[in-house]
C-alpha cells in the first residue's frame, strides 16, 4: 500500500477525522504503536484528488456544518481547464496510492490546498460563470451560487418554468430589520392583500383613495413592476398588478415622495 | 434451396406482425424475406432522423402509411442543444413525398418543420389523415391553416407542445365546410384567440370527434358551448379556468361537465381557480387520465377532486399537492400506474413546498400498480428508494430529479449510492432510469450490474472518474440513449467502450471531460459514429486536450450530416482533414 506516516500528537478526535474522507479505507491500516503511547501514526489517506471528489455539496443548508469534515471544491469556468490526461488516469489508481502531492505536508484540511483547484474542474455552468462551492455561507438571505444560474437545470420544460404559477414576492418594509416573502396568488384582491400586510409587519396602511393614495397612515405600499417601475400598489385592477408586481415595498410617509406632484 | 414459402402466404403471415422489432428481425432471415417484408411494413419508425437517409426509408417502404421520426437529442427540452442545431423535417417531406404517395400519418418529434413543409404535406398525400407534432417548432399558424383547408378527410391535428409562430387564430376557420371527419384536435400550445363560431360549428359537425385540447384563449364560456356540442368526448383539455366566478357560469359549467358520460382525460386548467373545482366532481369517478400541472391549487383543493377519481391511471400535479396530498392519492387512486410531480417554482431556490421523498413513499406503498415515476424533490434519502424498490418492483420508467445537485441522504450524509442499486437491483422491468443527488462511481457500478433492461438513462451532476462511464458501458445491457451532463470525465471509458456506442441509438455528453483528442480517436476507430462536437470555437484552435462543451455520438448508415451549423464540428473519418462541419453554404 504505502503511505506517509505521520507521528502525530495524540489530539482530539477532530484531528483524527481531518485526514478521514468519508469511504476511506485507510483506517483499516491504522497501526497503533503502543511503545510510543503519546503518538498515534496516521496513514496519508488517498490522494487529496480523489477525497475532495467524493464529497462535492456545496452549501446544503442542512448538511452538518461540522468544518472538519467540510472540503473546499473550486470550480472554475471552462476555459481555465488545463485537465491533463495523466491526471484522469489516475482515476483507475486504487485509492490508497498515493502520487507526490500525498507526501506533501500542508497545514490546514485536505482540500484547502490552491495547487488542488486545477485537478478539479467540474465545469457546472455554461462557460462564462465562475462558481464556488464554499461552506461558510450560512444566512438565508444571501445569494449563493445556486441552481438557478445553471442552464437546462432542473430539467424542466421551458413552458412549465414560465409559470407564474407560485408568485412569491420579496416585501420590504423601511425600517423593519429583514424581508419578508409572500405569495401573491393566495389573495384575491387588494383588500385581503393589505391586510395580510398589516398583520405581518404590524402596522396600519389604511384604505386606498384614487386620488391621494393612502392617507393619514403614513405608510405607503408599493411595487415593482415588470419594467422596473415603482408604482402605488392599488391603482391597476389586481389580476393586472398580481401578474406584473416582482416585489413589494411598504415606504414610510415621510420618505415617500410626493404622488400627486405630476398629476 | 429448399421449400419456399409463397410470398403470398408470407405476406398474410406478416399482416399479423406489428411490432418493428419484430419486423426487423424478419427482414434478417433472408433476401425474399426481406423483400416481402419490405413491401408490407406500414408503420415505419425511426428513432433518430439522421441514423439513416431519407431516401433510403422512401424508397425501402414504399407502401408506408405511418411515419415516426424524432429529430433533436431529448436534452434539447432543456436548452441544451442550441437553436440551429437541426433536425430538419423538409427532407424526409420530400423524400415521401416522391416515393410514398400512400402515406396517411406523419408523427414528429424535435424536428424543425416549417410552413413548407406543412404545405407540402397537405399538397402531396391524397388520403392525410394524421398530423401530430410534438415539440417542434419553426412553422406559423399559416402552415396548419394549410393543413385545416386541403387534408379532406384529416382526422387527427395536434400540436403538442409546440414553439408555433402565431398569426392569430385565423387558422381554424380554414377546415372547410365539408370536413366531418375529424377525431382529434389539440391547439393547447397556440396562443391567439379563434373564433368561438367556427369551433362550434367545427366541432358540432364532427360526429366523431373524441378528443379535443383548447388553449388558454378559449373562455369558460366557449368551454361550456363547446361540451354541449359534443358530449362524447373522451378527452378534452380545458381553456383557462381564470374568470371570475359567477354563480349561473358555474352551474352552467357543472352541467355542461355531467353530460359528458365518457370523458376520461382531462387537462389544461390553466390558473383554475379553486372554487370552479367542484363543477368536475361529476367527471371524476371515470377519470383515467388527469393532469393538473398548470393547475395552481394548493393541497386540501386537490385532495379534495382526487378523492373522487377511484379509477386514475395516471396523475400529473405539481409539488403543491405536498406529502399530505399524496398520501390521499395512496388511499384514493389504487388503480395508479403513473404519477409525475412537477416543481411548482423550479427557479425559486427558497420555496418552501412541504413535499418531500416521503409524498412519493407514500404512493409507492398504496398503489400496487404503479409503474412510471417522474417526481421533482429538493432532496431525498436512501431509505426512502430502498422503500420505494422493495414495495415497486414492477416500476418500469423511474427519474427521480432532486432538484439540488449533488445532494447526499440529507438524514445520513451519504450518496444516495445505496438507493439507487435497490432500484436497480429490484425493479428488474425497469426501461428508464433517471439518476440525481450524490452519486459515487459504485451507484454506477451497481446499475451497470444490474439494470439489465433500461434502454434510456439519464445522469446530471454524478460520478468520481470515468469509472462511472466504464460501469455503464461495460454493463447495461440493453441501453440505447444515455444522456449525460456535468459529469466529471470522459475519454478513457469512451474509448475503451467505442464498440458499445455502436449498440446504442445515441450518446449525449456536456460539460463533461472528453477531450476533442479523444473524439477524434473515436471518430476514426468508429466509421459507423458520427461524432459531432457543439462548441462555441473551432475545436482545432485549442490542445487536443482541452474538453470540449458537447458532444452527441449516434450511430448511422447515412455518413456524417450535410446541415450541421456553424457550432456543430463533424470529426472526419480521415484524420487528414480534421474538424469541419460540412456546412453546404
Known amino acids: 500500500m504505502g503511505g506517509l506516516r505521520l507521528r502525530v500528537p495524540l489530539l482530539s478526535p477532530c484531528l ?49 456544518k461540522n468544518n472538519s469534515n467540510k472540503e473546499h471544491k473550486k470550480h472554475t469556468q471552462e476555459g481555465n481547464t488545463k485537465i491533463d490526461i495523466d491526471q484522469k488516469a489516475m482515476a483507475y489508481e486504487k485509492v490508497n496510492e498515493l502520487n507526490l502531492k500525498d507526501t506533501e505536508l500542508c497545514l490546514g484540511l485536505p482540500g484547502r490546498t490552491e495547487e488542488i483547484k486545477e485537478e478539479q474542474e467540474v465545469s457546472c455552468v455554461k462557460s462564462n460563470n465562475k462558481r464556488q462551492f464554499e461552506e461558510t455561507r450560512e444566512e438565508e438571505e444571501s445569494t449563493p451560487p445556486t441552481k438557478t444560474q445553471i442552464v437546462g437545470w432542473p430539467p424542466v420544460r421551458s413552458s412549465r418554468k414560465n409559470n407564474n404559477s407560485v408568485s412569491y414576492v420579496k416585501v420590504s418594509m423601511d425600517g423593519a430589520p429583514y424581508l419578508r416573502k409572500i405569495d401573491l396568488k393566495t389573495y384575491k384582491n387588494y383588500p385581503e392583500l393589505l391586510k395580510a400586510l ?24 408599493t411595487y415593482e413592476d415588470k419594467d422596473g417601475d415603482w408604482m402605488l400598489v392599488g391603482d391597476v385592477p389586481w389580476d393586472m398588478f398580481s401578474s406584473s408586481c416582482k416585489r413589494l415595498r411598504i415606504m414610510k410617509g415621510s420618505d415617500a415622495p410626493a404622488l400627486d406632484s405630476s398629476l | ?79 441544451l442543444v442550441p437553436d440551429g442545431w437541426g433536425g430538419y423535417a423538409w427532407p424526409w417531406i420530400e423524400a415521401m413525398a416522391a416515393k410514398c404517395p400512400s402515406l396517411e400519418e406523419i408523427r414528429l418529434k424535435r424536428m424543425v418543420v416549417t410552413d413548407e413543409c406543412l404545405e407540402k404535406i397537405a399538397a402531396s398525400f391524397k388520403d392525410f389523415k394524421v398530423l401530430v407534432l410534438t415539440s417542434c417548432e419553426g412553422f406559423s399558424t399559416d402552415g396548419i391553416a394549410a393543413i385545416a383547408a386541403t387534408c379532406r378527410n384529416l382526422r387527427v391535428l395536434e400540436l403538442r407542445e409546440c414553439i ?75 381553456g383557462s379556468f381564470a374568470a371570475q366566478l359567477k354563480p349561473e357560469a358555474f352551474s352552467k359549467l357543472s352541467e355542461a361537465f355531467s353530460n359528458c358520460k365518457q370523458l376520461q382525460s382531462l387537462s389544461g386548467l390553466w390558473d383554475v381557480l379553486p372554487e370552479y373545482l367542484p363543477a368536475l366532481y361529476s367527471v371524476c369517478p371515470g377519470l383515467t387520465s388527469l393532469n393538473l400541472s398548470y393547475a395552481t391549487v394548493r393541497m386540501p383543493d386537490l385532495v379534495e377532486l382526487l378523492r373522487r377519481c377511484s379509477k386514475l391511471q395516471k396523475l400529473w400535479v405539481m409539488d403543491l399537492i405536498e406529502d399530505k396530498g399524496l398520501e390521499a392519492v395512496a388511499s384514493y387512486c389504487k388503480e395508479l400506474r403513473e404519477l409525475r410531480v412537477f416543481p411548482s417554482a423550479p427557479d425559486l431556490d427558497e420555496a418552501n413546498i412541504p413535499l418531500t421523498e416521503q409524498g412519493l413513499v407514500f404512493v409507492s406503498k398504496g398503489c400496487r400498480k404503479l409503474e412510471s415515476v417522474l417526481y421533482f424533490c429538493v432532496q431525498f434519502t436512501n431509505a426512502a428508494l430502498l422503500t420505494i424498490a422493495r414495495k415497486r418492483p414492477n ?88 444522456e449525460i451532463r456535468d459529469c466529471p470525465f470522459g475519454d478513457t471509458a469512451l474509448l475503451e467502450h467505442a464498440a458499445k456506442l455502436e449498440t446504442m441509438r445515441s450518446l449525449w455528453m456536456s460539460s ?60 472526419h473519418k480521415n484524420p487528414e482533414i480534421g474538424v469541419s462541419h460540412l456546412a453546404i453554404k
Request: glycine share 6%.
Open chain 1, 198 to 221: 398589516e398583520n405581518m409587519f404590524k402596522v396600519t396602511i389604511g384604505e386606498y383613495c384614487e386620488r391621494e393614495g393612502y392617507k393619514g397612515s403614513g405608510f405607503v405600499p
Open chain 2, 512 to 571: 463533461c471531460f472528453v477531450s476533442f483528442g479523444a473524439c477524434k480517436l473515436l471518430s476514426q476507430k468508429m466509421p459507423r459514429l458520427n461524432v459531432e462536437v457543439i462548441d462555441e470555437h473551432p475545436p482545432e484552435t485549442r490542445p487536443e486536450s482541452s474538453p470540449v462543451e458537447r458532444i452527441y455520438i449516434y450511430r448511422t448508415v447515412a455518413g456524417p450530416r450535410m446541415d450541421t451549423p456553424e457550432f456543430v464540428w463533424t470529426i
Open chain 2, 1 to 79: 434451396m429448399g421449400l419456399r414459402l409463397p410470398s403470398k402466404v408470407l405476406e398474410h403471415i406478416l399482416s399479423f406482425i406489428d411490432s418493428n422489432e419484430d419486423r426487423n428481425s424478419v427482414s434478417l432471415v433472408c433476401k425474399s424475406w426481406f423483400e416481402t417484408e419490405r413491401k408490407t411494413r406500414k408503420r415505419v419508425f425511426v428513432g433518430n432522423c439522421y441514423a439513416v437517409s431519407p431516401a433510403a426509408v422512401a424508397k425501402r417502404f414504399p407502401g408506408m402509411r405511418s411515419l415516426t421520426l424524432k429529430g433533436k437529442p431529448h436534452f434539447a427540452d432543456y436548452n
Open chain 2, 395 to 482: 416500476l418500469k420508467c423511474f427519474r427521480l430529479c432532486v432538484i439540488e445537485p449533488f445532494a447526499p441522504d440529507y438524514k445520513t450524509n451519504e450518496p444516495l449510492d445505496k438507493g439507487f442499486k435497490a432500484i436497480a437491483e429490484g425493479c428488474k422491468d425497469l426501461r428508464r432510469l433517471s439518476v440525481s443527488g450524490l452519486l459515487s462511481d459504485k451507484a454506477f457500478k451497481y446499475i451497470g450490474k444490474h439494470a439489465k433492461k433500461v434502454r434510456m438513462l439519464s445522469i446530471a451532476f454524478a460520478g468520481d472518474s470515468d469509472l462511472m462511464l466504464h460501469h455503464l458501458l461495460s454493463g447495461c445491457e440493453s441501453l440505447k440513449k444515455l
Open chain 1, 16 to 64: 483524527f477525522l481531518a485526514f478521514h474522507a468519508p469511504d476511506n479505507t485507510s483506517l483499516s491500516s491504522f497501526n497503533p504503536n503502543f511503545d510510543a503511547p503519546l503518538y498515534i501514526y496516521i496513514s496519508l489517506p488517498i490522494s487529496l484528488n480523489s477525497s475532495t471528489k467524493l464529497t462535492k455539496n456545496k452549501n446544503n443548508k442542512n448538511k452538518n
Open chain 2, 164 to 238: 408555433v409562430e402565431d398569426l392569430g387564430g385565423d387558422w381554424l376557420s380554414y377546415f372547410p365546410e365539408t370536413s366531418t371527419s375529424l377525431v382529434s384536435l389539440d391547439f393547447s400550445c397556440l396562443d391567439s384567440e379563434v373564433k368561438i363560431s367556427d369551433l362550434e360549428r367545427l366541432v358540432s359537425r364532427s360526429p366523431n370527434l373524441k378528443s379535443l385540447k383548447l388553449n388558454p384563449a378559449v373562455t369558460l364560456d366557449g368551454l361550456v358551448s363547446l361540451l354541449r356540442r359534443a358530449p362524447q368526448l373522451t378527452e378534452l383539455g380545458t
